[in-house]
Each structure stands twice: as structure tokens, then as C-alpha cells.
């Protein structure tokens, strides 16, 4: 019985942030090394695997097609240290940068083909790390967030804003949000941020979305054409936020992979 010859190495990494540690997967795959590679943010209650483990799904296929990545948990999420009721934009960006910091610093990886992939959440904290996000080629963003007031809008009721001037924490759906992440939602500008990068930017949106809406995406896009910066959105028809069948996950990581590869893996 022959033994399946794997396309990647697997391997638990951990770095810190603050003082903190956070824990995350690297993915390498077995072609010749040095090798571009993606990071991924995952979104809100979210986790370094994602919903049907799209991450791990996305990781795997990438490697296959040479490109390396690493999936890590914030701070307060999944794996890694801290509290969530503590989690808020300016820690998720502060792990962010110590993630690239992470992942540039690997031996396997050439630092100056690294895309970015976020989701939801993780899409607006990749909005407004892309200006600063040193040697980032390209970005992919999964239903993300771009009208982050409109977000907390739509979560929070005038008693769990109460509860939250109050308490400075309020339970949303068993979750402890911390009013630092609240605050910081309702004055953020993704939109005036992402435009300030030159990278080129993939949104991949479901029509069915309830929980961020297309039009979202749609005004990034509006944004970032009026800028000049190459964007394109596909819209992914009959598509919730957690994309729940199988072909259109499938359409979502072929997109997404397919993406990456144009982009950084062409003419090298």
C-alpha cells in the first residue's frame, strides 16, 4: 500500500503581541522555498480555522499551488492569549503587524510576496492595515466589513448600549464585547484608509448576506475605483455570510486561490 505523498508541511507556530502569546498554523508547501505566502484574519467570534473550516480548506489549496500561509487566532480568539471582552481594532492590528513581522521572518517565506485574506471582521482590520502593511502585494476580502457604525448599528440595541456605558462589557449573544472594540467601530474609516494602498483588491460577497450587507462591498469598491487602485467584486450568488453549501465554498476558495496566484506567483 503506497503512502500519499503530501503538498505541505503543517506546523503549530506561536509569536506574541504585547507580551501576550498568540497561536496560529503555518502552512508550507514542499516546492522550493523561498515562497510567497497569504495571512489570514479571521472575522468576529471567529477562529484561526473559520466556518467550515473555509481557512484550513484555503490554506491547504494554496499550498498545492506553491504559495505558503499562516492562519493565526487574535488575541482573545480561539487558541491565543487574552480575553475576548478585551479584543478591540487596535489589538487586532497590533497582532496583525507582529503576524507579518512573523511570517517575513521565516526563512521558507520571500517577505516580499505576502498577500492578505480577511473575513468579515477581519476584513476591515485588513482595510486599514493594507496602507502600512509593508511588501503586501494583494489582498482578498470575504464579506467584509467597510461601514463599521452601520455594523454596531445593526448588533446593538439601546439596552446593550446602556449596559455597555455602564458595565464597559455587554453580552451579545454570550460573547463579552469591551466598549474599547465599540468605540473603535464607530469612529474607524476603513474607506479612507484601504485607498492609500496600492494593492490590488479581490471582494467576494454572498447576495444573501444578512449579516454584512453587499452594499458594503459594493461602496469599497465605488472606493477604491474612484481612486484608481485596481479592485473587482464577484458576487457570489445565493450566498449568506458563512457561505453554507458546498459549491459555494468552492466557488469562494477557487476565486480566492486563483487570486493569489495571479498575483503573486506570475512571472517568477
Not at 487586532?92 to 492578505?116: C, K, N, T, V
Not at 446593550?160 to 473603535?184: C, F, I, N, S, Y
Request: aromatic residues 6%; charged residues 20%; glycine residues 8%.
Amino acid at each position: 500500500m503506497s503512502k500519499r505523498n503530501p503538498t505541505s508541511l503543517e506546523k503549530p507556530v506561536t509569536f506574541n503581541a504585547e507580551g501576550q502569546q498568540i497561536l496560529g498554523v503555518l502552512h508550507l508547501p514542499q516546492s522550493a522555498s523561498p515562497c510567497p505566502a497569504v495571512l489570514f484574519f479571521h472575522g468576529f467570534t471567529g477562529s484561526k480555522h473559520e466556518t467550515h473550516r473555509l481557512f484550513v480548506i484555503t490554506a491547504r489549496k494554496l499550498a498545492r499551488r506553491g504559495i505558503a500561509s499562516l492562519r493565526f487566532d487574535f488575541r482573545g480568539a480561539g487558541d491565543s492569549a487574552g480575553d475576548f471582552s478585551q479584543m478591540s481594532l487596535s489589538s487586532m492590528l497590533q497582532d496583525a503587524r507582529s503576524a507579518l513581522d512573523f511570517l517575513q521572518g521565516q526563512q521558507q517565506i520571500e517577505p516580499r510576496l505576502i498577500g492578505l485574506l480577511g473575513y468579515s471582521l477581519g476584513g476591515l482590520v485588513a482595510q486599514l492595515f493594507l496602507p502600512e502593511a509593508r511588501n503586501v502585494r494583494c489582498c482578498v476580502l470575504w464579506a467584509p466589513v467597510c461601514d463599521p457604525r452601520a455594523a454596531v448599528a445593526r448588533k446593538a440595541s439601546g439596552g446593550q448600549t446602556a449596559k455597555l456605558v455602564l458595565h464597559g462589557v455587554v453580552d451579545l449573544d454570550g460573547w463579552p464585547v469591551g466598549r474599547r472594540l465599540v468605540v473603535e467601530m464607530q469612529t474607524a474609516r476603513p474607506l479612507k484608509k484601504v485607498i492609500r494602498s496600492t494593492a490590488p483588491i479581490l471582494l467576494l460577497h454572498g447576495d444573501q448576506d444578512e449579516s454584512v450587507p453587499l452594499s458594503d462591498s459594493q461602496s469599497c469598491l465605488r472606493a477604491l475605483q474612484t481612486a484608481g487602485r485596481e479592485a473587482s467584486l464577484k458576487i457570489i450568488r445565493d450566498a449568506g455570510h458563512t457561505f453554507d453549501a458546498l459549491p459555494l465554498q468552492e466557488e469562494l476558495i477557487n476565486a480566492t486561490v486563483d487570486w493569489f496566484q495571479r498575483h503573486l506567483t506570475a512571472g517568477r
